[in-house]
């Protein structure tokens, strides 16, 4: 008997695909969608996993891929947008201004875009729960990597005033972690634009135990939805460095305690005496 539907965006994405597998595993069924099938193409003859031609960058193709979806019948209970692009890297003054704006809109506006498409075929009648992916940037500047910074900027906001406004959703972003996807070529490709980001990729390389997971992913996610908009709604959760595991008694505690941690806020100025220098 299936747990549930989980829709991932881009599930031919590393990411995604692994994803899908492990939710296939543990008796969900699976709708993902793809541009281009790549590591998807292992899951397309399994039971239970549906996959549905898709490019976020294309209303249209958007739109096609509602209308497949919708005649599945298949209501979701867990949307997960796995689409990420580091493109255009460089500094922002020196970038095609076009391609810049099309990487802010694939990687932020255009998942929201499906996931606004998906919402009338969500399951009702109980919590249902929307992942997004952040990525560097979130606390400091990720010099070189701009249209990405601010689209998860874009994201972990938007999740926040989900979480307001929708009171039967469950809306939350991970930050992953590093782990070592075909994403990062793109960093490799343009070393010049990249910088330092070259070598820090290589050094992560270098090092996969240092590295996080992809089943990591899974089961913070799995987390989140196990502990609901009550706990994580609206927040930006690490995946890696924050005590999610071993069930995350003492983080779900201090969340529910503190409707500000792990949201953007801006911070107080430090008061200055009066009459210093």
Known sequence: ????????????????????????????DVVGTYRTLGPAGALQDRP??????????????????????????????????????????GPWTSLDFDAWETSVVVNSTAQ??????????????????????????????????????VSKISLIKMCELLHDEVS?????IIGPGFLPTKIHQQTFDNPEGAGPNVDKTRAFYARPDGAATYRDIYDCINWCVAQGRAVVGGRNLAAVHDPWRQGGAALAA????????????RAAAPVVPEGAE
Do not use: K, Q
Not at 131 to 144: C, E, I, L, S, V
């Open 112 to 149: 929201l875009r499906v996931l606004h498409a998906l919402f009338p075929y969500r399951r009702t009648g109980h919590e249902t729960h929307a992942a997004f992916f952040a990525g560097g940037g979130t606390n400091n500047p990720f010099r070189n990597y701009s249209a990405y910074c």
């Open 48 to 89: 239970g996993v549906h996959l549905l031609p898709c490019d976020v960058a294309s209303r249209e193709s958007v739109a096609a891929m509602v209308t497949a979806y919708r005649a599945l019948g298949r209501p979701w209970d867990v949307f997960i947008s796995a689409v990420g692009l580091l493109d255009p890297i």
């Open 168 to 172: 039967d959703l469950n809306a939350f």
């Open 1 to 28: 008997m299936s747990r549930g539907t989980v829709f991932i965006l881009s599930i031919s994405a590393d990411i995604g695909a692994e994803l899908g597998a492990m939710y296939a595993d543990s008796g969900w």
């Open 254 to 265: 201090a969340l529910r305690g503190h409707p500000d941690a792990f949201r953007l806020r």
